[in-house]
């Protein structure tokens, strides 16, 4: 790793995911290079200088002299922030995903120690403990062994109140694919449901990538919100909510392995005897019409 010579020349450094390098060690002609991503993850655009007082080609000199790391080869420790090509050039917003922190079904933690996050119990023991506890500290808790009408709710949309929230959003902003990329070794992707998804890729990090489309949605994936739906935390025009469940990976239900190589143990959980090992985790969800991704925090919780 390092930095790339910023000196004033412009260097474009590319690199080959983890599919593309798997594809062309096959060498079996499958190999072909049709999409290209970037990014501007180092750059701080607070520092423009409109002000400047030697003029406009000043405006951006700091930011131009900004240091750019080297494309790294390992996808989940770059480009967290990828730039997109809308051809729309009269837009004043951009639609974002926002957790939905409201709706009954889709609350997460508030009242316990993974509080702002989601908790997902890994086996049947810490079912039964949670199971007793009161509603306040089983928020935005799924269970390993009992289904429950609980998941994980994304809204997408423009969040300003210069737009009425009654306005529809543009059919071209509205997203129909979205990307969920998650730690295989700690969990999969699961329907409202409860029927438990195949990734589409696995890459050489254990991250599986999943792809859910809204076309013939059977699984409840995909829900309309609108400016009648109570509790969307989007405040203008409303495209897509997203729902999903996560289900424990069968080496978390079965082994402390991971708990011990990758968790914290002898936490306390609110309101529940006992300690508990856990394992914090993200889940990345990206729209794949727009680009923009969401990071959920998730925990995934066992019994010691």
Known sequence: MGFLDNSGDIILDAVLTDAGRA??????????IVKYAFADDEIDYTKWDGDNQKGTPYYDIEI?????????????SLMKSKLISISRTNLLFLPVLKINETDGEALNGQANQAANSFSVLVDETTDDVFEALSSDNTTGVFYATKNTAKYIQIDQGLDTTEISKNQALAPALVETHFIIEMDNRLGTLSSPGNVVQSFSFLDDDNIAAYNIANVNDTQGFFAAINGNTVGSPIAGPRGTAFRFKIKPSLELQTSTFLFTKLGTSGNT?????????????IVKVTGATTGYSINIPIRYVKQD
């Open 64 to 76: 131009l002299k900004t240091p750019i790391l080297e494309a790294f080869t390992n996808n989940t």
């Open 23 to 32: 594809r062309l060690a096959a060498g079996d002609g499958s190999f072909k």
């Open 269 to 281: 959980w609110n309101g529940a005897s006992g300690t508990y090992s856990y394992i914090d985790s």
